[in-house]
């Protein structure tokens, strides 16, 4: 089993930043793709950013230079900083972890954290 815990949401002002982490715990394995996905209310699951145990990294169009993602596979934990928020980055943000290596299909999920960016 697998564990994966957020932290770090909350309610910013726009143009604000926030840093999001998740900690994996369990059956892990550090060479495993992870990332981190939003969704926001009656909309889809959408993919933020993810990144793999050597550091290749993707983002979605929508983030790009505004967020960053980073792991440190030692701590087995994902960060994502995210800078310059706008009001349309409010969603729910979960982190994900593939289920084999080599794969950027995430299998395990975190319960999700609540970032909402208001004035």
């Known amino acids: 089993q697998v564990q994966l815990v957020e932290s770090g949401g909350g309610l910013v002002q726009p143009g604000g930043s926030l840093r999001l982490s998740c900690a994996a715990s369990?059956?892990?394995?550090?060479?495993?793709?992870m990332g981190w996905y939003r969704q926001a209310p009656g909309k889809q699951r959408e993919l933020v950013a993810r990144i793999t145990s050597g550091g290749t990294r993707n983002y979605a169009d929508s983030v790009k230079g505004r967020f960053t993602i980073s792991r440190d596979n030692a701590k087995n934990t994902v960060y994502l900083q995210m800078n310059s928020l706008k009001p349309e980055d409010t969603a729910v943000y979960y982190c994900?972890?593939?289920?084999?290596?080599?794969?950027?299909?995430?299998?395990?999920w975190g319960q999700g954290t609540q970032v909402t960016i208001s004035s």
């Open positions: 994900g972890m593939a289920g084999l290596p080599s794969s950027w299909s995430m299998t395990y």
């Open positions: 369990g059956s892990i394995f550090s060479i495993n793709a």
